[in-house]
């Protein structure tokens, strides 16, 4: 496998998990189904990279994609985690703070006034 093979590897490995991180955005039931087929194909990409490269010196090129790879890989398990929080409903209603972190969300008190 030549090296150009090996950066089409990780570049479609990236693309798959971009898609997953689009797709955790909005968790719901079949994005989350959906992003698990995403997920899959991302994987059986780095690991093919992953046995190109044992042994190898990595390319010049192939490093910051492969940072960047992780990187996104490190959002997506993030997303991965806040989304599992909000199907399970942990610690009542979540939302997401200026800072994109899941925060819960305190609940709205409303007062109500009875007029006789």
């Given at each position: 496998?030549?090296?150009?093979?090996?950066?089409?590897?990780?570049?479609?490995?990236?693309?798959?998990?971009?898609?997953?991180?689009?797709?955790?955005?909005?968790?719901?039931?079949?994005?989350?189904?959906?992003?698990?087929?995403?997920?899959?194909?991302?994987?059986?990409?780095m690991e093919q990279?992953?046995?190109?490269?044992?042994?190898?010196?990595?390319?010049?090129?192939?490093?910051?994609?492969?940072?960047?790879?992780?990187?996104?890989?490190?959002?997506?398990?993030?997303?991965?985690?806040?989304?599992?929080?909000?199907?399970?409903?942990?610690?009542?209603?979540?939302g997401y703070s200026?800072?994109?972190?899941?925060?819960?969300?305190?609940?709205?008190?409303?007062?109500?006034?009875?007029?006789?």
């Amino acid at each position: 496998m030549t090296s150009a093979d090996r950066l089409d590897l990780a570049v479609e490995a990236r693309a798959h998990v971009a898609r997953v991180i689009t797709l955790l955005q909005s968790p719901t039931a079949a994005a989350l189904d959906q992003s698990s087929v995403e997920l899959t194909a991302a994987i059986a990409r780095m690991e093919q990279l992953q046995g190109e490269l044992a042994g190898k010196r990595i390319a010049c090129g192939a490093k910051p994609l492969i940072a960047a790879l992780r990187k996104d890989l490190q959002r997506a398990g993030l997303l991965l985690r806040h989304a599992w929080e909000l199907r399970i409903g942990r610690g009542g209603p979540l939302g997401y703070s200026r800072t994109g972190e899941l925060v819960p969300q305190q609940a709205h008190r409303v007062r109500l006034a009875i007029e006789a």
